[in-house]
């Protein structure tokens, strides 16, 4: 079966920096752009950041954009995403998604098909 698992986040804090990983399985995702979402605690999941299926176009969320970077390693079936600087806003269960559709990039919710469970950021000040 289709399966993303998140790993790397944790409980760190103010000023850190943690570096999470999506590792697909049960297909490839070499054509397909990447996303991580996250969602707190009575708040609707939002967009963090994206990246297209060659890895060359990377889009980002104003509230990470000069803090969070987003990588991909297609041999590797992997995308990470490297956040430096945290703050306790940061804070919010992360998700990877895989795009829909090859070649396709976006923001919304329904252009993603494959989503993990999710890793737990915690960012303490």
């Known amino acids: 079966q289709v399966q993303l698992v998140e790993s790397g986040g944790g409980l760190v804090q103010a000023g850190d920096s943690l570096r999470l990983s999506c590792a697909a399985s049960?297909?490839?995702?070499?054509?397909?752009?990447m996303s991580w979402f996250r969602q707190a605690p009575g708040k609707e999941r939002e967009f963090v950041s994206a990246i297209n299926w060659s890895g060359d176009v990377t889009d980002y969320a104003d509230s990470v954009k000069g803090r969070f970077t987003i990588s991909r390693d297609n041999a590797k079936n992997t995308v990470y995403l490297q956040m430096n600087s945290l703050k306790p806003e940061d804070t919010a269960m992360y998700y990877c998604a895989a795009g829909a559709r090859p070649f396709e990039m976006g923001r919304r919710l329904s252009e993603f098909t494959y989503w993990g469970q999710g890793t737990q950021v915690t960012v303490s000040s």
């Open positions: 049960g297909r490839a995702f070499s054509l397909n752009a």
